[in-house]
C-alpha cells in the first residue's frame, strides 16, 4: 500500500465528523491519485488541525470523507513572515514553494526605488491566485498543518508602517556590518525579514528601515541573488530555533 495521500479543505468545508474536498482537489483525489472508496487519506484546514478520514462518498463533483480522529497542532514559534521586495517575473514563484516548504508563515510583496517589474490590478489578482495554489501544494508536499499566506503588500510607505509595528524585525542587505546570526533574539512569538530586489536596498532605504527598527544584517560574504537570499535567511533562523534539524 502506497503512501496515505494528503488533501486540503477550506476551514467552512468541515462540518461534524464529515469534511467536503473543493473540486480541485476532489478531481485530484478521484482522477489523478484514483483513491478508491473507504480508503484512507489525511485532510488538513490549513491552519493547523489534521484529519485521519477515509473517503465515503461523492456528491456531485465533490468528495465527502469521514473523519476517523482530528488534531490540531499549534503554530511553531517564532512566527516568520517575509516582506520580499518584488523581483523579475517568474522568480517568485520559486521564492512561494522553497519558503512554504520550509514553514514560513507568510510572504508578503512589497515595491521600492529598485523594483523593476510592476504590475496592474489584473496581474496582480492572477499572480496571487497563483501564489496561493504554489503555497498549497507545498504544504501537501511537505505535510505542514499550515498554509503559507502570500500576497502584494503595497508600496514602500506602506512596508515602512507595516514595520514599524512589528515587534522583531531584521533587513537583509549586503551593506550591513552586523550578521543575522549576532541580531536573532531569544524565543520571539513572531519574526520579520525583509528582502530587498535585484541590486538590494538603496543606502538610504537601509537607513529607513533602521530608523523603524528592521535592524540592516548581512548573511555574510557571499552575495546572493534575491530569490535565494530569504531561504537562506530562513533556513538559517528555522535551525537556531530549533524548528527544522
Given at each position: ?37 473507504s480508503a484512507p487519506m489525511w ?196 535551525w537556531h530555533y530549533c524548528l527544522i534539524?
Amino acid at each position: 500500500m502506497g503512501e496515505v495521500p494528503w488533501f486540503i479543505a477550506h476551514s467552512e468545508d468541515w462540518r461534524g465528523d464529515e469534511v467536503m474536498l473543493d473540486p480541485e482537489e476532489s478531481h485530484h483525489a478521484l482522477h489523478v491519485l484514483r483513491v478508491p472508496r473507504s480508503a484512507p487519506m489525511w485532510i488538513s484546514d490549513g491552519g493547523g488541525s489534521i484529519a485521519r478520514c477515509s473517503l465515503d462518498e461523492v456528491r456531485g463533483d465533490r468528495v465527502v470523507a469521514k473523519i476517523i480522529d482530528k488534531q490540531h497542532h499549534p503554530r511553531p514559534l517564532p512566527e516568520v513572515v517575509v516582506y520580499q521586495a518584488a523581483p523579475k517575473a517568474g522568480k517568485l514563484d520559486e521564492v512561494v514553494e522553497h519558503l512554504a516548504q520550509l514553514g514560513v508563515a507568510e510572504l508578503r510583496v512589497f515595491d521600492s526605488s529598485r523594483t523593476v517589474v510592476r504590475w496592474n490590478d489584473d496581474k496582480r489578482h492572477k499572480v496571487a491566485e497563483r501564489w496561493r495554489a504554489i503555497a498549497r501544494g507545498a504544504a501537501k508536499q511537505s505535510r505542514n498543518p499550515f498554509v503559507m499566506r502570500t500576497g502584494f503588500f503595497g508600496s514602500w510607505a506602506d512596508l515602512i508602517s507595516n514595520v514599524a509595528d512589528e515587534g522583531h524585525a531584521l533587513a537583509l542587505w549586503e551593506g550591513a556590518s552586523i550578521s543575522l546570526r549576532e541580531r536573532l533574539p531569544i524565543d520571539p512569538q513572531r519574526l520579520a525579514l525583509i528582502v530587498g530586489p535585484e541590486g538590494g536596498f538603496a543606502a538610504e532605504e537601509a537607513d529607513q528601515l533602521g530608523a523603524v527598527g528592521a535592524e540592516p544584517v548581512s548573511l555574510g560574504p557571499r552575495i546572493f541573488r534575491t530569490e535565494m537570499a530569504p531561504v537562506v535567511a530562513c533556513c538559517s533562523l528555522l535551525w537556531h530555533y530549533c524548528l527544522i534539524g
